[in-house]
């Protein structure tokens, strides 16, 4: 069959929504009235929602028509049966705990295990992952490769671990180490695959110092694709193959099933062993709910167990990897650089290198997260200092400024969402952008919140 240029949606329309396009000055009062933050801008008045790939995707036929099938029974409800054993074929584990979403999954299995002054290692923990660690006075630990933190390194697997900083580690910190972690993708470090070779060698390390290890599973299959696409010795095998193994390496996961679940909430534990399950089930009912629900609607559960089988469709995830390159490559030809090479659910624009004149202190991403908004309707993420920097006291009384190590902008991709030519209409806009860069300011703080500031945090623009 004849290659085509052109990348298909491998699917047809069935249910549409209108996109909003407001002018210009609409959006920038819209901006100016939230404090110059995106989590706070009205979704009906964005036009092209890439602030994340979490629960935005469109459920296909099939999964709405389960969820009319679904049995909302409190306990022992045919719908978890039928979801439970989708993940234990997937996974190969036999203790399922649903979830409303990952960072429940999260809380509850950090609650059941961490106490005051453990240490997690992992290749980078999100957000939410550090923040329920750290909420528990223990220490998330990143230990990425070098070439996960160089944003134009062309490294096909950036999300790896160092292992030999991970041996080092763990038997330095055994006693102090209740499980180690892996994210895939590595959604922090630029949703960088990790290789199947590295989760091999991870998997050796947590053995070998006998720590059991817990897979951050939300984007695995678009991980499982990259490993097939990248790492040579996988080209053969199929992605449910790959995601088998990535799986048989560990002990157990947690994922946000809003990512690769396909679904517009959920997420479980799935865990080999049935230490921590009575635990982790009697703080399930304490918070979220029986264990055959965890906080979702049976209807729920139904569009998940399908989702979880067609997000292992290799013609979806091609269309997936293949968009996403396409507005890297688009970016990176309009005079835009992005962390390199692209992943799967976003491209992370490197903010460092396109606004060199804005200094880390003024925030760049979050002026170029404005930018965006106002030019194109982009909603867009600042992965950089407006989230991770650091205020600490220094010398004399005044505060001194630690920012992040990478001011990064991601566009993430919602699944089965946007087109081809909704990509095409955002990268004939960016002409624009580029060519007025210089006239771009940095912004400043007017409100900064205790905890997760990005959410919450207001701004104004540095005169
Ligand atoms: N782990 C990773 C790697 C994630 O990317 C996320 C969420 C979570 C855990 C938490 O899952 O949102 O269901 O509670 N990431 C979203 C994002 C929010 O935009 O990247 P959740």
């Given at each position: 069959m004849r290659k085509h240029r052109t990348i298909i949606e491998p699917f047809k329309i069935k249910v549409v929504e209108p996109l909003t396009i407001l002018s210009h000055e609409e959006r920038a009062s819209i901006l100016k009235e939230v404090g110059y933050n995106l989590f706070l801008v009205p979704a009906a008045a964005v036009t092209f929602d890439f602030l994340t790939d979490s629960g935005t995707t469109a459920m296909s036929a099939n999964q709405w028509a389960a969820m009319m099938v679904a049995d909302e029974s409190y306990a022992g409800s045919r719908s978890f049966a039928k979801f439970e054993k989708v993940v234990q074929g997937l996974t190969g584990y036999d203790f399922v705990i649903p979830t409303h979403q990952g960072r429940a999954a999260e809380r509850l299995l950090f609650e059941a295990v961490l106490k005051p002054g453990m240490k997690v290692p992992s290749n980078n923990h999100f957000d939410t992952t550090r923040a329920n660690i750290?909420?528990?006075?223990?220490e998330a630990v990143d230990l990425v490769i070098a070439d996960g933190r160089d944003p134009s390194s062309n490294y096909p697997?950036?999300?790896?671990?160092?292992?030999?900083?991970?041996?080092e580690f763990c038997a330095a910190e055994r006693a102090h180490i209740p499980f180690g972690m892996i994210t895939i993708t590595n959604n922090t470090g630029g949703g960088q695959p990790v290789s199947l070779e590295n989760l091999r060698g991870a998997s050796d390390i947590y053995r070998r110092h006998d720590i059991p290890f817990i897979v951050d599973a939300c984007r695995f299959a678009e991980n499982a694709f990259l490993i097939k696409l990248r790492e040579p010795a996988h080209s053969e095998r199929t992605v449910r193959d790959i995601a088998h193994e990535i799986f048989s390496l560990a002990d157990g996961c947690m994922m946000s099933a809003k990512k690769d679940g396909l679904v517009n909430i959920g997420g479980f534990i799935a865990l080999r062993d049935r230490t921590w399950v009575d635990s982790l089930r009697s703080l399930l009912i304490l918070t979220e709910g029986f264990p055959t629900y965890g906080g979702l609607a049976a209807r729920d559960?139904?569009?998940?167990?399908v989702g979880l089988e067609e997000v292992l469709d290799e013609r979806y995830l091609e269309y997936r990897v293949a968009m996403t390159r396409y507005m890297a490559e688009g970016l990176n030809k309009a005079g835009i650089p992005t962390v390199q090479p692209p992943g799967a659910h976003a491209v992370y624009i490197d903010v460092k290198r396109f606004l060199p004149h804005i200094p880390s202190h003024e925030f760049p991403g979050q002026s170029l997260v404005c930018e965006l908004f106002i030019r194109e309707g982009v909603r867009s993420c600042e992965i950089g200092s407006a989230m991770f920097g650091r205020f600490s006291p220094s010398s004399g009384g005044a505060t001194s400024f630690i920012p992040a190590q990478m001011e990064l902008v991601r566009l993430a991709f919602p699944r089965r969402v946007y087109t081809q030519s909704h990509f095409d209409y955002i990268l004939e806009g960016m002409e624009e952008i580029v060519a007025d860069k210089n006239s771009m300011r940095g912004m400043r703080l007017t409100y900064d919140p205790p905890f997760l500031r990005h959410f919450t945090a207001r701004f104004e623009p540095v005169d």
């Open positions: 750290e909420h528990l006075n223990a697997f950036k999300g790896n671990v160092d292992l030999a900083r991970l041996d559960l139904e569009a998940l167990a």
